[in-house]
Every structure is written in structure tokens, then in C-alpha cells.
Nanobody
Framework: QVRLVESGGGSVQTGGSLRLSCAAS????????MAWFRQAPGKEREGVAA????????AYDDSVKGRFTCSTDNAKNTLYLQMNSLTPEDTAKYYC?????????????????????WGQGTQVTVSP
């Protein structure tokens, strides 16, 4: 079994920063993509950032590029999302995910259908 556990969410003011962590355990294949998604009430789940653990390739949604940084500590099986310059538009529940049998390319990696394993989510709230 695969387990993904997110942490690090919270409430900050506009311009603040948060660092999310995703601890992975179980039978997740090495080298595959891991990603962060978010979903706000009334909105579809959207890909935020994805990282290919084999080589560190990262894909970002345009809305967060330059503000968010996705990284990994493979030795600790942990994925991170450093979020800077937060705005209320970033308010959402953030989910960690790991790809399954089929691996996307960098362009596809922000699509949720590629991911078979999901964490419980962590709430990020950004006030004006």
C-alpha cells in the first residue's frame, strides 16, 4: 500500500509563505512523478506543481511559477512545496499525489488522471 501524508498548511496573510510537506511510504515506484494539487470550493482540482523523482524535473502551473518551488528529499521520501508571495487566490486544500503505473511527461504531469495515490490534503488559507 501507498500512503501520502501532507502537513504544513495553515493560515497566512497576503504576501506570506508556507512550506508544505508530503511524507510518502509504501510501494510507490522510485523515479515516478509526485505532484501537488489544490482544490478550492466550487472549483476543479488543479495541478500546482509536479516533480519527477528520478531526475528532479519540475513542472509548474503558470499561476504559481516564480512563487512556488517544488522539491524532494528522496532519502526521506518527502516532497515539499515552498509557497511564497501567497495571495487569496491560493486559498485551497492542497493534496499530494503520486503517479501510478503509467508515467506522464512534463507537459502531462499536472493532470490529475495520472495519479493513483493521494493524501488527505492540508488546508491553506490566505487572507487579504
Amino acid at each position: 500500500q501507498v500512503r501520502l501524508v501532507e502537513s504544513g498548511g495553515g493560515s497566512v496573510q497576503t504576501g506570506g509563505s508556507l512550506r508544505l510537506s508530503c511524507a510518502a511510504s509504501g510501494d510507490t515506484p522510485n523515479g515516478n512523478w509526485m505532484a501537488w494539487f489544490r482544490q478550492a470550493p466550487g472549483k476543479e482540482r488543479e495541478g500546482v506543481a509536479a516533480l519527477r523523482t528520478s531526475d528532479g524535473t519540475v513542472a509548474y502551473d503558470d499561476s504559481v511559477k516564480g512563487r512556488f518551488t517544488c522539491s524532494t528529499d528522496n532519502a526521506k521520501n518527502t516532497l515539499y512545496l515552498q509557497m511564497n508571495s501567497l495571495t487569496p487566490e491560493d486559498t485551497a486544500k492542497y493534496y499530494c499525489a503520486a503517479a501510478g503505473r503509467w508515467w506522464p511527461n512534463a507537459i502531462q504531469a499536472l493532470g490529475s488522471s495520472w495519479y493513483d495515490y493521494w493524501g488527505q490534503g492540508t488546508q491553506v488559507t490566505v487572507s487579504p
